[in-house]
């Protein structure tokens, strides 16, 4: 299974775009690149997936270049309820290996 | 109208006791996980079941053991527990819609005194 690196934890202020960039160098041709955000106390919750280029969803968008060894969350306009833990996973259907995330602090 | 239930929230137990967590799942999905989350906040898979078939069985303790009566329900029960197991557990399923969309339980934390 591909292995992800993302930074440990960003800082923002409420009202900025936020990228998170997850780098997947090992990424295999049948993964799929899928972000979860998980709150204290609760259960992860997924936000976003692609293959290739960019996904919008009314959450995030997702870019992934032509090479996928890369994906860059995009955030726009955060709140403070975005703050969060925030975790790019690389991998084919239904088996999920999650790293350490990006602890994302919004301030206002 | 929960999607995924875990029952119980919280547990507080004596080391060696056995103890069971339940999980449902009401979205008539076909896969169903156990993850623990440590203190560390690292969240790593346990077990997953397709149909109540095992299919994903990490390197975990054999006091470990789940069961799945039928594909809506995916138990964890725990034998002689141990400190090490205090976590928190969440039980998941897999959508049918997009390709990796797990949707979690609430989670129950388990303190082993």
């Known amino acids: 299974l591909a292995k992800t690196t993302q930074p440990i934890s960003m800082d923002s202020y409420e009202g900025q775009e936020v990228n998170i960039t997850c780098s997947h160098n090992?990424?295999?041709?049948?993964?799929?690149i899928t972000w979860y955000q998980q709150f204290p106390s609760q259960g992860p919750r997924f936000i976003i997936q692609g293959y290739k280029t960019k996904v919008t969803n009314e959450v995030a968008s997702l870019f992934i270049p032509a090479d996928r060894k890369s994906s860059t969350l995009s955030l726009p306009r955060v709140s403070l309820s975005d703050t969060a833990v925030y975790y790019c996973l690389v991998g084919p259907r239904g088996n999920l290996i999650f790293g350490k995330g990006t602890k994302l602090s919004v301030k206002p | 109208d929960t999607a995924v239930s875990q029952t119980p929230k919280y547990l507080v137990t004596q080391m060696g006791n056995d103890k069971s967590i339940k999980c449902e799942q009401n979205l008539g999905h076909d896969t169903m996980y156990w993850y623990k989350q440590d203190s560390k906040k690292f969240l790593k898979i346990m077990f997953s079941y397709n149909n109540k078939e095992l299919i994903i069985n990490e390197t975990v303790p054999n006091r470990f053991s789940p069961k799945s009566p039928d594909k809506a329900h995916l138990n964890l029960h725990i034998n002689s527990l141990e400190l090490g197991d205090s976590a928190v557990y969440f039980c998941?399923?897999?959508?049918?819609?997009?390709?990796?969309?797990?949707?979690f339980g609430p989670g129950t934390r388990l303190t082993v005194l």
């Open positions: 090992n990424i295999a041709t049948n993964d799929y």
């Open positions: 998941a399923s897999l959508g049918t819609g997009n390709y990796n969309e797990q949707f």
